[in-house]
Structure formats: C-alpha cells, structure tokens
C-alpha cells in the first residue's frame, strides 16, 4: 500500500490529468470527479503496493474503471428498456400520491359494498369475483335469472356512484 505522501504526490501530480482524461471521455465534470476520486480511494486500498510505473498503472486504473462504468450503464440501460414497453403515461412508477388515492378509492370501494343489502352483495360477489354465470347464481339461491341480473346491476351503479369522483382528478 502506498504511503500518505506518495498518495498526496499522486494525487497533486495525476489528479489533472486524470481529469482530463475522464472529461474526454464522460463530459459531465461531477462524473469525472468521482471516477477521479474512485482512482485514489483504489490506489490507496492497496493496488499500487509493487507499482513500477506509477503513471501507467494510474492511468490502466482509470481505464478500468471506464469499462466498468461502461458495463454497469449497459446493463441499467438494458433493464430499463425492459421495463419501458409495460410503461405508459397512465401505468408509470406508483408515487406517493398514487398510492394514497389508490387506497382512498379501495376505501370507498369497500364501504360501497358493505353498504349494499346482503343479498346484493352476495350476488355481486358471486357473480364478479367467483366468475359465476347469472344463471348458475339463480339456480343456487332458488331465483330467476332475471332477478339475478337486477341484483348485478344495482350494486354496479351503487360502486359506481362510490368511486365516482377517483376518475375526476386525472
């Protein structure tokens, strides 16, 4: 590992040179700080121990560092165009205030359905979350396939009315 003074010496003769040579590369200036910064911190954790050249072995550390950089934004870029096609305007990453509506409206969802007649409710749920055909239902409770049907649609306009305003803030 190197000593404090030859990482002071290095870094006051290469640290303009490396600056350089990172803005060449990444034209971002806070980019090339760090990376300049990642060369020291390496240097320092032991890599130039047996260093015959220190200006190479700088640079080759530098240069390392850029193909990793260079990997690292080719897999994030990867992921990320992985994930764009599932993204619309509509479907993009849930915020905070998305998540609080989503719930306001789960909230409101539910006190609409507790507050239908049991027997709507029943319906409702048997037709819409059990995949139950009208007809199915009305042979089960003992009613027409008709009523059946009446039962769906009121509760449908009863959760209507209740979500109502959820679709008003988009």
Same mark, same amino acid.
């Given at each position: ?26 034209? *971002? ?33 530098? @240069? *390392?560092?850029?193909?990793?950089r260079v990997r690292r934004n080719k897999v994030r870029d990867q992921y990320l165009a992985e994930l764009k ?5 509509? *479907? ?10 989503? !719930? ?16 709507? !409710? ?15 239902? @009305? ?7 008709? @009523? ?20 008003? *803030?988009?």
């Amino acid at each position: 590992m190197p000593e404090i003074s030859d990482l002071t010496r290095f870094h006051r003769d290469y640290r303009p040179g490396l600056m350089a040579f990172f803005l060449r590369r990444v034209r *971002n200036h806070a980019e090339a700080e760090d990376l300049t910064q990642e060369v020291f911190i390496r240097i320092a954790q032991g890599g130039g121990a047996a260093m015959k050249s220190a200006e190479a072995y700088i640079f080759q550390v530098a @240069a *390392n560092l850029l193909r990793d950089r260079v990997r690292r934004n080719k897999v994030r870029d990867q992921y990320l165009a992985e994930l764009k096609p599932g993204l619309d305007e509509e *479907n993009e990453l849930l915020d905070p205030q998305r998540i609080v509506a989503g !719930r306001e409206a789960l909230e409101r969802l539910s006190e609409g359905l507790r507050d239908l007649p049991e027997r709507t !409710r029943l319906i409702f749920l048997l037709f819409r979350y059990e995949n139950l055909d009208y007809k199915t239902i @009305a042979d089960s409770l003992g009613i027409s396939t008709s @009523a059946v049907e009446k039962h769906v649609y009121r509760a449908m306009a009863k959760l209507i009315t209740c979500t109502e305003g959820e679709y008003d *803030n988009r």
